[in-house]
């Protein structure tokens, strides 16, 4: 691992490209494989790509390690959003305002294959109620970032909203 960020960092160009196809399983392997002290150190390495790979790449990365080991911190990926890069069709500038919002359908959440139905807690070891209350809590993760995803939306009607009106405003003799 120390060899691939070594050349990532120091060389670059075609080898951050050619690393970055297979970063994820490599690291998730040698994560698996290696003693509690290395994993903290491979950590520390890991936290140094920032720049380097993608955040998609880093995600998928620490969703997989996490996996392995759930005292991982998966770092979430940063918002897309850009409010400058929303172009408007004129078109939809000349319709009048409907006096309703439409409301758009999101899907719920699947719950995962790997979630067992509820089982009484006597007949549970210790180590599966901690997966149980983890996947329990990987959910309610899901389902706030589902519900801050949506605020998001809604924020990014409101401004293209108000972007518009401005428009109209500023046209107006």
Do not use: C
């Amino acid at each position: 691992m120390y060899l691939m960020d070594s050349i990532v960092k120091n060389v670059g160009r075609d080898y951050i490209a050619a690393f970055a196809k297979n970063i994820v399983s490599t690291f998730v392997i040698v994560f698996d494989k290696v003693d509690e002290n290395t994993r903290k150190s491979l950590y520390k390495l890991r936290s140094t790509w920032e720049d380097i790979f993608t955040s998609k790449k880093l995600y998928a990365l620490d969703v997989r390690v996490n996996q392995v080991d759930p005292a991982w911190p998966i770092k979430p990926l940063p918002p897309n959003v850009n409010t400058a890069s929303i172009h408007v069709n004129p078109k939809f500038l000349n319709k009048p305002e409907e006096p309703t919002t439409p409301v758009i359908p999101v899907p719920k959440p699947v719950p995962s294959r790997t979630m067992k139905p509820e089982v009484p807690k006597s007949h549970l070891s210790q180590e599966q109620l901690i997966r149980q209350q983890l996947l329990m809590k990987q959910k309610q993760l899901l389902e706030l970032q589902q519900k801050k995803l949506e605020l998001e939306l809604e924020q990014t009607k409101a401004q293209l909203v108000s972007n518009v009106l401005q428009v109209h405003l500023n046209d107006a003799p």
